[in-house]
């Protein structure tokens, strides 16, 4: 049976845990307002994001007037418009989200722990808008250019063939492309943090690095659209990230080793 004792042990250790859960329900609540918030803010410059996201397709054409886009069915064009404002407001409020997720770990957390993780905490929208911006400049205006070079023009013994990108579809492949390079692009961030956490060293990554070099072209397969150049164009930058990733673990690696030697 239970004793007095235990029951106000239980009481204790309930209510740390209702304050926890309090809490988690008030953090969520901000980053929830302010993703809607960004999201109606968003919505009503829809038009000019997407004009911003379909640039490297006006570039492949080299002319705006001739870049044609189609849409197919009466509410495309509308669906088309809230996926940019969702998408728009998710790139918005991800530095109040990231807060708010720091608010709620951070005081979970010792002071030098807080100072370690901050860094990453920082350098993950880093990362993944640059990843955005390779695929912006670089991959998205290569896959245009070779998509608009297939086009073939009418004669006496065959068709024309125009490619007529349809606006949602469009939207889906730069989307796929952008998260995709994002994602790859955390790959210092993930490792370094393994590596802090003694997962993981740099005899071990330089070890696997034939593997890894297969995993990410996989991976660059899976992510991307079936076509070489965007697989390409993610596989090689992850893996001079992979390498930087090294460099980054052998750095934390010697300040590790120094404080212990200091500490001893």
């Known amino acids: 049976m239970r004793t007095a004792v235990d029951e106000a042990d239980i009481e204790a250790s309930r209510a740390p845990l209702l304050d926890h859960l309090i809490e988690l329900r008030a953090r969520l609540i901000k980053a929830l307002?302010?993703?809607?918030?960004?999201?109606?803010?968003?919505?009503?410059?829809?038009?000019q994001i997407?004009?911003?996201l379909v640039q490297p397709y006006v570039w492949a054409v080299g002319?705006?007037?001739?870049a044609h886009m189609v849409y197919t069915h009466a509410l495309e064009l509308l669906f088309t418009h809230i996926q940019v404002a969702a998408f728009g407001a998710g790139f918005l409020a991800f530095p109040i989200i990231a807060t708010q997720i720091y608010k709620f770990v951070a005081p979970g957390l010792y002071k030098n722990e807080r100072q370690a993780f901050l860094p990453y905490?920082?350098?993950t929208p880093i990362l993944f808008l640059m990843g955005a911006m390779l695929v912006y400049f670089v991959a998205m205006p290569l896959l245009m250019r070779f998509?608009?070079?297939?086009?073939?023009?009418?004669?006496?013994?065959?068709?024309?063939?125009?490619?007529?990108?349809?606006?949602n579809e469009?939207?889906?492949?730069?989307?796929?492309?952008?998260?995709?390079?994002?994602?790859?692009?955390?790959?210092?961030?993930?490792?370094?943090?393994l590596a802090r956490a003694g997962i993981i060293d740099s005899t071990f990554l330089k070890g696997k690095r034939r593997y890894a070099i297969v995993l990410?072209?996989?991976?660059?397969?899976?992510?991307?659209?079936?076509?070489?150049?965007s697989q390409c164009a993610l596989a090689v930058p992850t893996l001079l990230l992979y390498?930087?990733?090294?460099?980054?673990?052998?750095?934390?690696?010697?300040?590790?080793?120094?404080?212990?030697?200091e500490s001893a």
């Open 147 to 167: 998509s608009v070079s297939m086009q073939q023009f009418a004669a006496a013994d065959h068709p024309e063939i125009q490619f007529l990108p349809k606006v």
């Open 33 to 47: 307002i302010a993703f809607v918030v960004m999201f109606f803010l968003c919505y009503a410059v829809s038009t």
């Open 50 to 52: 997407y004009n911003i």
């Open 216 to 229: 990410v072209f996989v991976a660059a397969a899976v992510l991307t659209p079936p076509d070489v150049i």
């Open 63 to 66: 002319d705006p007037a001739q």
């Open 121 to 123: 905490l920082l350098a």
């Open 170 to 193: 469009y939207l889906s492949l730069i989307m796929t492309l952008l998260f995709a390079f994002g994602i790859c692009f955390q790959l210092p961030v993930v490792l370094t943090l």
């Open 243 to 261: 390498e930087v990733s090294i460099l980054a673990v052998v750095m934390v690696e010697r300040k590790k080793a120094r404080l212990d030697a």
